[in-house]
Structure formats: C-alpha cells, structure tokens
C-alpha cells in the first residue's frame, strides 16, 4: 500500500514541475495574445495581468489534474473518499499561487 501512495506522489509531483513549466513557458510566449494592448497601462499592470492569466491557466491544470487524482485514489488506492484528491489539489494549488507570485515579482524588479 505504500508503494501505491509513494506512486501518486511522485505522480502528483511530476505534474507539479510540468504545471510550472507550462506556466513558465506560456508566460514567455503565449500570454501576451490574451492581454488585449487597451488594457496595458504600464508594466506593473502588465505584470498583473499576466500573473492573474498564468493564475487562471494553471487553475484548469490542476482541476484536469484533480479529476485525474480522483480516478486514481478510487481505482488504485481503493479510496472512496475526497480527502486525498482535494488536498493534492489544495496543495498545488497553494505551490503554483507562491510561485508564481514569486517569479512574478523577480520578473517585474528585474525590468523596472
């Protein structure tokens, strides 16, 4: 049984550095398309926006990734309950929000 939690935390941690390195890369490349120019009135509310869009995209990532977690914890941990999944969820949710907050923050003292 141990082996089957130590799995699903490897999983979920795999997943984690994934989500951040999605996160880093749409944030180079792609967020800029979904920030309409109208709304940029300088670079610190340019940063925002980009923080709120990386916040919102990594939102749906984990929520694919707790439905996933949900499906397994039934399947292969014999766990009916929502405790496990929701605190995966919880957690990364919690872990992406400090680092991107973080990052976000480097970024914009570093192009000040």
Known sequence: MIV???????????VLAFDLLWLLYMNTYWN???????LSLGYGMEMLY????ANIESGLIVFLV?????????Y????RGEN???WSAV????LVLIFTAIAFYTIYRQGR
């Open 84 to 86: 496990l999944p929701v």
């Open 4 to 14: 089957k939690y130590a799995a699903y935390a490897l999983y979920n941690l795999l």
């Open 50 to 53: 980009r923080f709120f869009v």
């Open 91 to 94: 957690g990364s949710i919690g």
């Open 76 to 79: 292969f941990l014999k766990e």
């Open 32 to 38: 800029e398309l979904f920030i309409p120019k109208r």
């Open 66 to 74: 707790y439905l996933l977690n949900k499906k397994f914890a039934a």
